[in-house]
């Protein structure tokens, strides 16, 4: 299956699954992860319109955007504080923030470029000692803190669930999600708290987010099909 055949067939999916739960279909984007993807992938699947991608490593994406400036990037991956300077340069959302020293590394680097930048909260929301982010409890206090950080618009919440072949086993993780954000909106703790986004869902069980309240899907296998190992 060709690249923009693949897309195809997701953008159906999610707008079958979306419309099935009575949800709009524009309210859920679809994140192409390209990481360890060529270029060539990337223009194959912006040649059908697909303009948002999710990249988990800071070189590589920085290579990418370099030939790349029709399309928009989202940062997926761990953010060594040590790079927090090109997070915030090449990036429109990083979705993978969980500390508020990582926040505040990003926000004085976003100062210097006069850029104010979406961000995520990650959540470990299935408490995965293999999974970094912050835990359920320390969410609101993150959010509530990175309110004096007038370059960073805290916008939503993203998870990975620990990992499971069985999307079922990540459903209650993704209503967790869900209720998390809809107690921090009802603080106010979002930069919109009429509209908070969710990241949440990938190739095997972006259906199940989708109908748990995903606003981002993040799918990279089913879209460029199993990926090169990494160099
Ligand atoms: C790699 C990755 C994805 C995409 O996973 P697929 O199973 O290939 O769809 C999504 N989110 C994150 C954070 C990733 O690292």
Redesign the pocket.
């Known amino acids: 299956m060709s690249i923009s055949n693949n897309l195809q067939n997701i953008r159906k999916s999610i707008s079958e699954t979306a419309l099935a739960c009575n949800r709009d279909p524009a309210a859920i984007k679809l994140?192409a992860?390209s990481?360890r993807h060529s270029v060539h992938s990337i223009r194959e699947a912006i040649a059908a319109d697909q303009f948002l991608f999710?990249e988990?490593y800071i070189q590589e994406a920085q290579e990418k955007c370099r030939v790349i400036d029709n399309a928009a990037f989202h940062f997926?991956?761990h953010v060594q504080s040590n790079k927090a300077k090109l997070a915030a340069e090449l990036f429109t959302m990083v979705?993978?923030v969980d500390s508020f020293k990582l926040a505040k590394a990003l926000n004085k680097h976003l100062e210097k470029i006069d850029k104010e930048l979406d961000i995520l909260i990650q959540v470990n929301i299935g408490r995965d000692p293999k999974k970094s982010g912050a835990t359920p409890e320390e969410t609101a206090s993150l959010l509530k803190d990175m309110r004096s950080l007038p370059h960073i618009r805290a916008k939503g919440l993203?998870t990975?669930p620990p990992f499971s072949t069985d999307p079922e086993e990540s459903r209650g993780h993704f209503r967790n999600l869900r209720l998390l954000s809809v107690r921090c909106a009802a603080q106010n703790l979002f930069f919109d708290n009429d509209k908070v986004e969710l990241s949440m869902g990938?190739?095997?069980d972006?259906v199940a987010a989708i109908e748990e309240g995903s606003t981002f899907v993040?799918?990279?296998?089913?879209?460029?099909g199993q990926?090169p190992e990494r160099k």
Not at 218 to 224: E, H, K, L, Q, S
């Open positions: 994140l992860v990481k999710g988990n997926i991956g979705e993978t993203m990975i990938m190739s095997h972006y993040r799918v990279g296998t089913a879209i460029f990926r």
